[in-house]
């Protein structure tokens, strides 16, 4: 299988080229493309909402450790009940909203302290 190559040639006009395996491509990028939100690394320790909706039930506590994979919450939005599990180990360092809240797309849910789960030899 041929591996693709693509490199951005500079052009001062409208248009882009686009050199893909020794071919030129021209294109008009979109200004809905070039308005894009970059991709930002998402912050290891907060837990935040992507899609608005009513907090049904929080399963942790405040200063309560949780590993991998752990119920954090259930987020009702759309007719669906969403839970949202813990992605790494660590203890909750917060908890920002309560059952019945109705929340926005991009709220902080919980903080972690994120702690090494590594034994000692």
């Keep these: 299988m041929k591996?693709?190559?693509?490199?951005?040639?500079?052009?001062?006009?409208?248009?882009?080229?686009?050199?893909?395996?020794g071919t030129l491509y021209?294109?008009?990028?979109?200004t809905k493309f070039e308005n894009r939100k970059k991709y930002t690394v998402p912050n290891a320790k907060k837990i935040i909402s992507v899609?608005?909706?009513?907090?049904?039930k929080v399963f942790v506590k405040e200063g309560q450790?949780?590993?991998?994979?752990d119920n954090i919450?259930?987020?009702d939005a759309m007719k669906m009940q969403n839970r949202i599990k813990s992605p790494r180990p660590g203890v909750i360092k917060s908890i920002?909203?309560?059952?019945?809240?109705?929340?926005?797309?991009?709220?902080?849910?919980?903080?972690r302290l994120l702690r090494c789960m590594h034994k000692a030899i």
């Design 96 to 111: 920002k909203v309560k059952e019945g809240e109705k929340i926005a797309k991009g709220v902080i849910m919980t903080e």
């Design 51 to 56: 899609i608005p909706g009513t907090i049904v």
């Design 65 to 69: 450790k949780v590993k991998r994979g």
């Design 26 to 30: 021209k294109t008009n990028l979109t």
């Design 73 to 75: 919450m259930i987020l």
């Design 3 to 21: 591996k693709w190559k693509k490199k951005e040639i500079e052009s001062k006009s409208k248009f882009k080229t686009l050199n893909i395996d």
